[in-house]
């Protein structure tokens, strides 16, 4: 769980550490995508668990979502 944050968990990240290490911004333009979903219930992924793992507890139960795009030249 995140210390001080009630009922948040981490899992892994794309370099398969658990938390949020920051981006790599590679040269040239890119577009980063933030989607949150709204559940009609809890999920209980395990501790470290994967985006796949996350992705198929809340398979069933996503209400809606939204989408965010930010873009970054470097």
């Not at 948040?8 to 577009?31: A, C, H, K, L, S």
């Amino acid at each position: 769980e995140v210390p001080g944050v009630l009922g948040i968990r981490q899992g892994n990240n794309d370099f398969e550490v658990m938390g949020y290490t920051g981006p790599e911004y590679p040269p040239g333009n890119e577009t980063y995508r933030f989607t949150a979903y709204a559940l009609d219930s809890k999920i209980n992924p395990d501790p470290g668990a994967t985006k796949q793992d996350v992705r198929l507890a809340m398979a069933d139960k996503v209400l809606d979502n939204a989408v965010a795009e930010a873009g970054y030249t470097n």
